[in-house]
């Protein structure tokens, strides 16, 4: 593998890991202030309204659903970046132009810009944009075929 193509999955999985983690600082972190009067309203309905999860099953309230939702998404953001950075280390067999792997990344950071275009704020928009150019740039990588190596021929 090529040298800039390492960068560019170091590059695609940090900016992804990046929004992992702001967002567990930002929403689920001690540092967080208190919510404004308006989304401190809907947070107490949705405290106490119960949402059952199955029938006859677990009852949660919505706050706890979105809460551990969000945390949940903030913590898979945060490991597809180490996936992709130890995998970039351990394995490189598997960061081929047309690999399964390169095609996970570049598809899941591409379903990420569809989603925070859909509803999250342009800084998100922006940063899985980059991570999704810096994955699908490894597409662009030079063929190069391998050499053929024959027992007749020395």
Known sequence: MEPWSRRLFYAGAVLIGLIGVAHLLMF?????????AGERAVADLAAVTASPMFENGRQVTVRDFNDGTSAEMGMLAMMFSVVVVVAVRAAPGLLRRWSPFTLACTAVSGFSVWLCVAYFPEPLIVLTAISTVCFGLVFAAPFRPAPLRSASYR
């Open 28 to 36: 689920h972190s001690p540092l967080t202030g208190p919510l404004p």
